[in-house]
């Protein structure tokens, strides 16, 4: 055989191979079976995995406000480009520190405080009783501090500018991120899975409203009806835990209001969420029932207790709504047969 035949035979098994590659990882992708999330180390619905969804509420809050953390008064709204955070371009006379005075070598600035707080550092004489000496309360909390500090340095911004609308997209895009592996941790915790799925209703309310939007709303619609649905799945496999019950009927929830909000309701998806909506409720009424005849009720926090009793008032009051939005809808377009079987 001639070597201008060898190569070209060989080139024409390349192609078609290539072709064939391409091809089939097309379909494969399409059809799900490339994707993969490792979990290292099984970390992901883990024990473990479950404190670290916890810890990671405040990194996320510090990340989207720039740096800052800070609580919001009752009845005050807080927007992507709120005023909390200022970088460098802050004006002269703003009533929040920046950090700027705590740079320099962190064993440096421990020892002067130290010196600071000391007893022979202060005239007792010429001592201000408007400005008593600071007192060091400990070297955890001072570190505390530091990191507060140097992760308010980190985040803030330097530039002088607006944001641009890529650089909001970005932070949205990375705050997203940091709520996706909060959420994945744990899916059965409330508040990470709350954040999550109001992340992405943020992100919806963003584009609402706007022409040529229509793709972009139906996708994001379905990204946040998949989350709803993915945790009442995962929470309804812990029904012998009060938490998951808990963010199952918000999940519920939830789910039936994107499906009723759609362009063409689908009554009988609604009604079969619904019906869970009802059953996960009574669940978790039975758990704490028996919790508290039990007196392990109160191994849980008391801020964890309190966070699940205001859900659990709030989605009482929001599955009467959901019940009469069904009869309505009901009302107004009857269907033929017999309703789903509780």
Sequence with gaps: ????????????????????????GTVLKGDGMLDHEPNILHLKRSPFGRTLALAMRGPVDVYWHRGE??????????????EHAHGPECASGCDHDHGGEHEGDLTDQFLAFQ???????????????????????GLRLFLLDRIDVMRTDYYSRTNHRVD???HKAYIMGEA????AVSYKMDPSNLSGYGAYFLFLSEALARVEEQEGEDHV???????????????LEYCLSLRDEAPAMITAATAAHDCIQIVLEAPEP???????????LD???HQYQVLKTEMIEEGTWVRFPESRRTEMEKAHSLVRMLRKVDHEMMGRLTERTPEPGSPPKS
């Design 279 to 281: 059953g996960t409720l």
């Design 69 to 82: 953390v800070h609580d919001h008064l009752e009845g005050e709204a807080c927007a992507h480009g709120c």
């Design 217 to 231: 709303i139906t996708i994001r619609r379905r990204a946040a009806h998949t989350l709803a649905h993915t945790t």
């Design 115 to 137: 010196e600071e707080i000391s007893p022979e550092a202060h005239d007792p004489e010429h001592a201000s009783e408007e400005e008593p000496p600071q007192e060091f309360k």
């Design 176 to 179: 997203q991120k940091r709520l």
């Design 1 to 24: 055989m001639k070597k201008s035949q060898a190569i070209t035979i060989q080139l024409v098994l390349l192609v078609a191979g290539t072709v064939g590659w391409v091809w089939q």
């Design 266 to 276: 689908d009554r009988t998806l609604a009604s079969e969420y619904l019906r869970l």
């Design 164 to 166: 641009t609308r890529f």
